[in-house]
């Protein structure tokens, strides 16, 4: 029988038991701190056959998504890059500068009080900006905003924001009268199990209701003074089909669109247009209105007819293609 050698008493390695797990293999850098990993690069490319040009995308996140930093550009299929752009944005400051134009424009925003927020916004070349001041009334839902443009022109800008609209009030200069005080507003409130919203801006009142339910929408509104009419029908034939339909009984333009989806990634629409005398059809691949990353493949395909009335020769086939990679 072996005799078991005792632990040394000097040694700095506590004496291992039966029980105890075995001790991580030593790091790649051999040093106390870890090693810093590279933040992850997403890469973002979209075409369009219509206009045949790239645009790309490269953004990554900064001091553990404090910051996002993010390169944009086009470029032609001759391979000519134009309108290169490189942004750097974080909660309350945002730098986006133009290689092309060599200009930057600045954004930034922070709570002066815990009631209170500064905004401010300027463009280093045309050496103009804006300042504003929010400050919640009674809660979020209630807020007075105090806006004015760098250089000053006038008194600055007064805009209320409560939950059933908002009232703007701001100087503006007319062509008979040099500058005088504009009223413009939105109110909305629930009228007959339906939404009405009144809208005036410019001396033009906008009058919508909207009343909709599980598979119908009524979508009627007015202008004055011009008493421009317009109607909306929208109707659903089960959860994967819908039917719109918009006429103005003003200029007698009508629209109409179907749409058909197969699951959350594929959807086809088919719609004409009477003011551009046009018919189309589109098959999405991908969600419409999702971004790529929760796409199939991170990818969305749209392939569009177009068929003129008036010239069925000339019909045209487009596609869009959008594709994430990270990197």
């Known amino acids: 029988m072996v005799e078991s050698v005792p632990p040394n008493p000097n040694s700095l390695v506590p004496p291992a038991t039966a029980g105890d797990p075995p001790p991580p293999p030593p790091t790649r850098s051999g040093g106390f701190l870890p090693t810093p990993r590279r933040p992850g690069i997403r890469v973002t490319t979209e075409f369009d056959s219509d206009s045949c040009i790239f645009f790309h995308r490269i953004s990554c996140k ?28 974080s909660k309350h400051l945002s730098l986006h500068y133009d290689l092309e134009e060599q200009n930057a424009f600045v954004k930034a925003s922070f709570d002066v009080a815990p009631c209170l927020q500064l905004r401010a916004a300027h463009d280093v070349k045309a050496q103009q900006g804006e300042v504003a001041m929010v400050a919640d009334l009674a809660g979020p839902a209630y807020k ?5 443009a760098v250089p000053s022109v006038g008194l600055p800008r007064a ?48 009058l919508r209701y909207s009343y909709k339910d599980e598979q119908m929408a009524l979508i009627p509104s007015i202008s004055l003074p011009s008493n ?9 034939f089960g959860p994967s089909d819908k039917l719109s339909y918009w006429y103005n009984f003003d200029s007698n333009y009508w629209s109409a669109v179907y749409k058909h989806k ?46 003129p009335q008036d010239d069925i020769k000339s019909s045209a086939m487009m596609f869009r293609v959008k594709k994430r990679w990270d990197i």
Not at 62 to 77: E, P
């Open 159 to 206: 805009t209320f924001r409560f939950p059933l609209g908002e009232v703007i009030l701001e100087e503006k200069e007319e062509e008979e009268v040099k500058r005088m005080l504009s009223v413009n507003g939105i109110l909305k409130g629930h009228v007959l199990k339906g939404v009405c919203t009144a809208q005036y801006k410019d001396e033009n009142l906008n």
């Open 62 to 89: 900064l001091f553990d998504s404090l910051a996002k930093l993010k390169l944009s550009f086009h470029n032609n299929n001759k391979g000519e890059i134009s309108e290169p752009q490189l942004a750097l944005t």
């Open 144 to 148: 007075l905003e105090l806006s004015s």
């Open 228 to 236: 421009a009419l317009s109607f909306a029908f929208k109707r659903q």
């Open 262 to 307: 197969v699951g959350k990634d594929f959807k086809f629409k088919a719609g004409y247009d009477s003011e551009v005398r046009l018919g189309w059809a589109s098959l999405w691949a991908g969600d419409e209105a999702g971004k790529a990353k929760t796409a199939p493949m991170k990818m969305k395909v749209q392939f569009m007819l177009q068929v």
